[in-house]
């Protein structure tokens, strides 16, 4: 279980190079926490800025030692920046929003209460804004949306929102399994724990000043990563069922082919030579189905010696 809870709230930002947004981000947010009666905390990680981001993090700080700093040595990435954001966390609830004002600090108090609510995870579903248009990333999250829901069963509108809530306890738990794009994934990863989620409308708002850290890169860097998530929700304590499974298959369906070319040499005559190249695939399937179960083997062998207790559940409370 996470530490004691110091503060009622933690607000974890990740920024890159938003030295204009982060002065009016911290007002609007003083604007609405002012007016909740919570203690809190702010902790903005600037993940390597090249601009002056960090000096004017440092300037808040001076002003209100409730705003946090963390600068990284270079471009970490985000899911290092929720990660250290998270491990430095120690509100009862932890809100993850984006400096780059898009996200309205109006619906902390929804996203909140959701959690106070029982909810262990909240995630944000954002209506249509200003900042929605075709020009924009909405189709390519529109496919990225619908194919994660696809291939993971698992329905959330928004999965990339970057408004989230957290229990102390779900965000530290996954801040332990962050790492290259699976901040994306953080409903897949609390929803493998076994943690309950709930999806809170949140408004888009249009950005203000910089440019948009988002690219094709990104999105073929997100897709490769869903493909480790789903492996890593799926198969990690049982990795023969996956490789096992393809492996008898391609077997399978060599030895057919086999079979299949040695009944009609038998009732016609004809050599096995005469269906090259069918022949070969047919002994190339069986032998990539022998490999691919002993992969099979050789996995669940590691997953038995590697896991341990904590990988295998996650607690919800503990009476001692």
């Not at 609510?117 to 954002?126: C, L």
């Not at 950005?207 to 799926?234: E, M, N, P, Q, W």
């Not at 077997?251 to 190249?277: C, D, E, H, R, W």
Request: with cysteine; charged share 20%.
């Amino acid at each position: 279980m996470a530490a004691a809870a110091k503060f009622d709230l933690s607000l974890v930002i990740p920024v890159l190079n938003e030295e204009k947004n982060v002065p009016l981000l911290y007002e609007k947010l003083l604007e609405v926490l002012n007016t909740l009666d919570k203690t809190f905390q702010i902790i903005f990680v600037d993940d390597g800025s090249t601009d002056a981001t960090f000096t004017v993090l440092s300037n808040l700080h001076e002003k209100d030692n409730r705003v946090h700093a963390i600068k990284f040595t270079r471009n970490f990435g985000k899911s290092a920046g929720y990660a250290a954001g998270f491990n430095h966390a120690s509100g009862r609830v932890v809100i993850t929003m984006d400096g780059d004002l898009q996200d309205d600090p109006k619906d902390i108090p929804a996203v909140m209460a959701a959690i106070e609510a029982g909810s262990d995870m909240v995630v944000g579903w954002k209506t249509e804004g200003l900042d929605k248009g075709v020009k924009g990333k909405s189709l390519p999250s529109f496919i990225f949306n619908r194919v994660t829901a696809r291939l993971t069963g698992l329905k959330i509108h928004d999965m990339n929102c970057p408004f989230k809530g957290y229990t102390l306890d779900v965000a530290q738990a996954i801040a332990a399994q962050l790492h290259g794009e699976l901040y994306r994934y953080q409903p897949l990863l609390a929803h493998k724990m076994g943690y309950s989620i709930k999806e809170v409308q949140v408004e888009n708002l249009p950005r203000l000043h910089g440019a948009t850290k988002y690219g094709f890169s990104r999105f073929l860097r997100g897709f490769l990563d869903l493909l480790t998530v789903i492996f890593l929700t799926r198969w990690t304590d049982r990795p023969l069922h996956l490789f096992g499974t393809l492996g008898l298959m391609a077997s399978a369906f060599g030895a057919l082919i086999i079979l299949a070319l040695y009944i009609n040499k038998f009732a016609t005559g004809v050599g096995i030579g005469n269906y090259q190249p069918l022949f070969s695939l047919a002994i190339l399937l069986v032998i990539f189905g022998a490999q691919f179960f002993s992969i099979g083997l050789v996995g669940e062998l590691i997953a038995m010696k590697d896991r341990d207790h904590q990988g295998r559940y996650t607690i919800r409370d503990q009476l001692e």
